[in-house]
């Protein structure tokens, strides 16, 4: 029986997991807090938990995967490389879901030379825009046609039912990285121009994106999502009018999230001193405003907003304005991942949303064709969320690929190539993650 070994016991594993059992598989679930994986595996037969802890017990890296075929690394991203290290140097292949970094990079001539598959970028957002941007691209170039424009926008949501806060977002997961997220760089095109954004800019380049969710017309936000620009290499397309890559949230995110920011909200580093004091006090130091009396107005004040628009009631009502004393992190950012959680997190029968839409302008010598791609996936109340489902399946899929031979094309791989998606894509269809096209002449 084939072997896999999971790293990571978070809330995307779980149909990650239950797929490679189905087919048979013997599993190890590695994880620091073993009752995770003990949870996640829920007693089947060919399930391993096992308690690891990357950053207390580096050494033994190596032999947790030299007893399995594939390693898939579900952890932080940082903790990648370590994982393909491991990997090479005993012989094995690799799956995570993570962006391939300068450092995953490095190591592609070590594995191609020795025959190793190190798969990255194979979740929704990266994974299934590559897959099915490449989808629509490939087949448009073996018509004879070309790009001129190029957009992809992806964002895990909360299902319209459940839209029930200011923010219009809700987590599954620790919300540090995608609050982290809102300081990225970001560069694309548009109008022909390449645009450089700098973090603190990142939410002055919002726009409407429309999108039908369940029959209705509803007006999301996308705003950059790091550099689009290296994927037309990627993709092998040069689009002269667009190329841009981005994320989805609902309105006020956007408002709300570049404010927080300009107050300081999203500092890593702690502040001492903060024993005994509240959100309110906080607040009040990270925008150096003398005292917490009339905090709502003076912060309004301060940014250049309104007292009653969406910046301020938002952060009105996740309590940053509160006496509520603060938690024990001292990091500004620390301090605001704790509190969404506790105000933000999804209620048991709730479903959140994943929303994946490419458009395209392709130019055929007799023809212009404007093309839309979408997914609209949701969670199953009380099962796997959407996000589960769509970041966990794509890497299961393709350690399912490796361990059968369909897929053997050795170093750091990034899923475009034909042979991978199209079957990828077919199975995930399959397991209901599906798409629907539009195809406008015009």
């Given at each position: ?201 990142l939410f002055d380049h919002v726009w409407d994106v429309p999108v039908v969710i369940e ?152 023809k212009t064709e404007h093309i839309t791609s979408t997914m609209i996936d949701f969670g ?15 890497a299961a899929v393709g350690v399912h690929f490796i361990l059968e031979g369909r897929f ?35």
């Amino acid at each position: 029986m084939k072997r896999v070994v999971v790293f990571g016991a978070g809330l995307v594993v779980r149909a990650h997991v239950r797929y490679l059992l189905d087919h048979g598989y013997q599993v190890t679930v590695a994880s620091r807090t073993v009752s995770k994986a003990e949870e996640i595996l829920d007693g089947h037969p060919n399930g391993t938990p096992m308690a690891y802890d990357i950053t207390v017990e580096p050494d033994k890296l190596e032999s947790i995967i030299a007893d399995h075929d594939v390693a898939v690394s579900l952890l932080p991203w940082q903790f990648h490389p370590h994982v393909a290290r491991a990997c090479l140097n005993v012989g094995k292949h690799m799956v995570t879901t993570s962006y391939v970094k300068d450092e995953m990079s490095a190591l592609d001539a070590e594995a191609r030379e020795k025959g190793i598959i190190l798969l990255n970028e194979l979740g929704v957002d990266p994974g299934i825009d590559h897959m099915t941007a490449m989808q629509v691209i490939d087949r448009v170039h073996a018509e004879g046609g070309k790009i001129t424009t190029f957009q992809s926008y992806c964002g895990g949501l909360p299902a319209p039912e459940a839209n029930d806060n200011p923010y219009g977002y809700k987590f599954s997961w620790s919300p540090r990285g995608v609050i982290l997220a809102g300081l990225n760089n970001a560069r694309y095109r548009r109008d022909g121009q390449v645009v450089e954004v700098p973090g603190e800019q990142l939410f002055d380049h919002v726009w409407d994106v429309p999108v039908v969710i369940e029959g209705q017309h509803t007006d999301l936000q996308g705003y950059p999502n790091r550099d689009s620009m290296p994927y037309t290499e990627v993709y092998g397309i040069d689009p002269r009018d667009v190329m841009f890559r981005g994320t989805l949230r609902f309105p006020s995110w956007c408002a709300i999230q570049k404010q927080t920011a300009r107050l300081g909200w999203l500092a890593t580093e702690g502040i001492d001193g903060l024993e005994g004091t509240t959100y309110a006090d906080l607040t009040a130091l990270l925008a150096g405003i003398d005292g917490t009396d009339d905090l709502k107005a003076k912060v309004a004040s301060k940014l250049g907003v309104d007292t009653d628009g969406p910046e301020v009631l938002g952060m009105e009502w996740l309590g940053l304005f509160s006496r509520d004393p603060l938690p024990g992190p001292t990091a500004p950012v620390d301090v605001l991942t704790q509190r969404m959680l506790e105000k933000m997190s999804y209620n048991e029968n709730e479903r959140d949303l994943l929303v994946l839409q490419h458009t395209f302008v392709a130019e055929f010598p007799d023809k212009t064709e404007h093309i839309t791609s979408t997914m609209i996936d949701f969670g199953i109340p009380g099962g796997d969320s959407s996000m589960n489902r769509t970041v966990g399946l794509p890497a299961a899929v393709g350690v399912h690929f490796i361990l059968e031979g369909r897929f053997t094309q050795p170093g750091v791989i990034v899923p475009v190539m034909k042979e991978f998606y199209e079957p990828a894509i077919a199975e995930l269809e399959r397991l209901g993650i599906q798409f629907t096209e539009e195809v406008k002449i015009v």
